[in-house]
T-cell receptor
Framework: SQQGEEDPQALSIQEGENATMNCSYK?????LQWYRQNSGRGLVHLIL?????REKHSGRLRVTLDTSKKSSSLLITASRAADTASYFC????????????FGQGTELSVKP | DGGITQSPKYLFRKEGQNVTLSCEQN?????MYWYRQDPGQGLRLIYY???????QKGDIAEGYSVSREKKESFPLTVTSAQKNPTAFYLC??????????????FGEGSRLTVL
């Protein structure tokens, strides 16, 4: 399977705490993306990091990428109850006709 | 409003029946994708299409078929050959002018239940 691995599978924290989710993969990438999914809904794109970038920020989101270890992490700072959702990493494979391969996801629960 | 419309939102079918899920977009995106999601799992790629009249198999194409006759439309047929069709199906699009990005825009999904 080309799917990556994400951990943890589930994460439960209190409001105000930080949440860190990790993603590992096996093949080369053009970029790595993170998506959010509320229960029963479609996915929403959060942030993209290119293979030549090491860190990127967007609001309360911080993404890192280590291509030597083939891993990425998503940090959500000062979490809110509204951040409760599933988070997925996805690898964009430009040389395979634009395929986007998703990981298994991390289910985040933020308790008020 | 610009966006992606999937229909129906919920669908029930009997075993042995084919069913077609609709995906329509007015974002003027060239690429379209179909993913399947099972409970508590990630998305698995069924089929994708970069341009009209062309499409490629994803990782789990068996038991599914697609067509891409128009830029705006990418319907997915779940055939009776698909052994476990009960799942949440997601359609997505991508703007291919920025070749090295690959951000996907998703519809709200169709939930298929086989009785």
């Amino acid at each position: 399977s080309q799917q990556g691995e994400e951990d943890p599978q589930a994460l439960s924290i209190q409001e105000g705490e930080n949440a860190t989710m990790n993603c590992s993969y096996k093949t080369s990438i053009n970029n790595l993306q993170w998506y959010r999914q509320n229960s029963g809904r479609g996915l929403v794109h959060l942030i993209l990091i290119r293979s030549n970038e090491r860190e990127k920020h967007s609001g309360r989101l911080r993404v890192t990428l280590d291509t030597s270890k083939k891993s990425s992490s998503l940090l959500i700072t000062a979490s809110r109850a509204a951040d409760t959702a599933s988070y997925f990493c996805a690898r964009f494979l430009y040389n395979q006709g634009g395929k986007l391969i998703f990981g298994q996801g991390t289910e985040l629960s933020v308790k008020p | 409003d610009g966006g992606i419309t999937q229909s129906p939102k919920y669908l029930f079918r009997k075993e042995g029946q084919n069913v077609t899920l609709s995906c329509e977009q007015n974002l003027n995106h060239d690429a379209m994708y179909w993913y399947r999601q099972d409970p508590g799992q990630g998305l698995r790629l069924i089929y994708y299409s970069q341009i009209v009249n062309d499409f490629q198999k994803g990782d789990i194409a068996e038991g599914y078929s697609v067509s891409r006759e128009k830029k705006e439309s990418f319907p997915l047929t779940v055939t009776s050959a698909q052994k476990n069709p009960t799942a949440f199906y997601l359609c997505a699009t991508r703007y291919t002018q920025y070749a090295n990005t690959g951000e996907l825009f998703f519809g709200e999904g169709s939930r298929l239940t086989v009785l």
